[in-house]
């Protein structure tokens, strides 16, 4: 999934042109060499960090229901993982770098997700079950030291950084199968061992739900 979040990403990017040319869009780590070997104008999409957002994790079951509504299945909520990528622009002069970044920034805040037709097939199908793909674009990375100890890193020469957190939703846990669909109602008895007496509670029949029973049974006879 996170290489079908990289492809998507990148298709929208290079959806756009600059002086009639269509940029590259490159995933490799912007290394010397890298940098060295590149041709045309290019964008550098560099995937710098994967984590959970734990403040969207929850512990309620979900349940799959069949066409007539009977509980199937349970399984785990969705856990989502912010995607944080670096964006840079590489050209031959620092104007058209600004020109190429731009160009990207406007293409990104046209929308606050990715859209599915830039999504592979896999991918477009789960988000026709009505997930998305979340879109941040120019937040913070981290600390105000990133994008210096990146290219540190690397060892090129700064480039300036647009970041872009994608949030994916991921799976979890395995599908649980439900227990069999109730057929009879729920029985509560409550007895006195002194007396023998017993009050009877049932609950709602799930065949006729409105009708609720309440009986009363006769004392045991000693």
Avoid at 52 to 57: F, N, W
Avoid at 121 to 141: E, P, Q, S, T, Y
Wanted: aromatic share 8%.
């Amino acid at each position: 999934m996170i290489a079908d979040v990289v492809r998507a990403l990148s298709a929208m990017l290079s959806s756009e042109q600059i002086a009639g040319v269509t940029p590259v869009v490159a995933t490799d780590a912007p290394k010397k060499d890298w940098a060295a070997a590149r041709t045309a104008p290019t964008l550098n999409l560099f995937l710098a960090d994967i984590r959970e957002d734990l403040t969207r994790r929850t512990v309620t079951l979900l349940e799959e229901r069949s066409a007539e509504g009977v509980v199937e299945y349970y399984h785990q909520p969705f856990r989502y993982y912010d995607l944080t990528f670096t964006l840079t622009a590489w050209t031959n002069r620092p104007e058209d770098d600004y020109a190429l970044l731009g160009l990207a920034l406007s293409t990104l805040n046209r929308t606050d997700y990715i859209p599915p037709e830039y999504c592979p097939a896999d991918l477009a199908a789960f988000l026709d079950n009505g997930h998305v793909l979340a879109m941040r674009v120019g937040g913070k990375i981290f600390s105000d030291r990133f994008a210096t100890e990146l290219f540190s890193a690397m060892g090129t020469d700064y480039h300036a950084i647009l970041s872009i957190v994608v949030t994916l939703p991921v799976p979890s846990g395995v599908r649980e199968p439900a227990g069999p669909p109730q057929t009879q109602p729920p029985k509560v008895v409550l007895s006195d061992t002194a007396s023998g007496a017993m009050d009877e509670f049932r609950g709602r029949d799930p065949k006729d739900p409105d009708a609720g029973l309440r009986t009363r049974a006769k004392p045991k006879k000693s």
